[in-house]
């Protein structure tokens, strides 16, 4: 890949960027466990990647459309699925809501910071492109190691959730940049990979595990970009 085809990272959010801490799966069983929930971290995280795979084909049946409406609603039907046996279920899915929007509920990457500052020494313009709602802004607000980020595209607020072409049309729009000079990085092959492609940008799969096939360009570290991103100046 030649850095000099692209002159902006955008990175998504949860999964690359960014990771609940603790896991998910042990923040449900921990709230569910206040509504007298009795289901296991375990089960619940089996239950947690089945209503997501339902909800994901939800959206997609909707042709990728969302609000920030919809989102909220995903949110609650994930957690009504996965805590099927809570006492009070408005409540329980509200407190969970809640804390997914505290930063202090989630992490960076390791090498978050060294990458961001680097790739903002080297002039590359920095985005974060999510499939989320407007939470995301306070949790980025709340986390001064994504301060070099100069723009924030959240799905909710887009009205198109990745990997619908409209997503990506509206990282065009924000950077005034054309999309082969934007290299997306994101962990979801679909979303994050294809979806970016499809739209005419750069991709790579972050792909800590190496699971993703040989045949797609890959990292499994951050920090990996900063071999491909040479410095913008020196070009």
Avoid at 10 to 39: M, N, Q, W
Avoid at 71 to 78: G, L, N, P, Q
Wanted: hydrophobic letters at 45%.
């Amino acid at each position: 890949m030649d850095s000099s085809e692209f002159c902006a990272v955008v990175f998504d959010a949860v999964g690359t960027l960014i990771h609940p801490e603790p896991a998910a799966g042990l923040v449900y069983a921990e709230v569910g466990a206040r509504f007298c929930s009795k289901l296991a971290p375990q089960a619940i995280t089996e239950r947690f990647r089945f209503a997501f795979q339902r909800e994901e084909a939800v959206d997609k049946h909707a042709g990728w459309q969302t609000s920030e409406e919809r989102e909220r609603e995903r949110w609650r039907a994930i957690v009504r699925t996965v805590l099927d046996d809570v006492a009070d279920p408005e409540t329980c899915f509200q407190q969970l809501f809640d804390h997914f929007s505290n930063p202090a509920a989630w992490r960076c990457d390791p090498d978050a910071t060294d990458i961001l500052q680097q790739l903002a020494e080297r002039a590359y313009t920095l985005g974060l492109a999510s499939n989320y709602d407007r939470r995301l802004r306070r949790v980025v607000a709340g986390l001064p190691l994504l301060r070099p980020i100069h723009y924030i595209a959240i799905s909710s607020e887009i009205g198109w959730r990745k990997p619908a072409a409209e997503f990506f049309a509206s990282l065009y729009l924000m950077t005034g940049l054309a999309p082969q000079k934007i290299l997306f990085v994101g962990d979801d092959m679909a979303n994050d990979y294809e979806g970016a492609r499809a739209a005419g940008c750069q991709a790579v799969i972050f792909d800590p595990n190496n699971k993703a096939p040989s045949s797609v360009f890959k990292i499994t570290r951050l920090r990996d970009l900063l071999a491909i991103c040479s410095p913008l100046q020196a070009l």
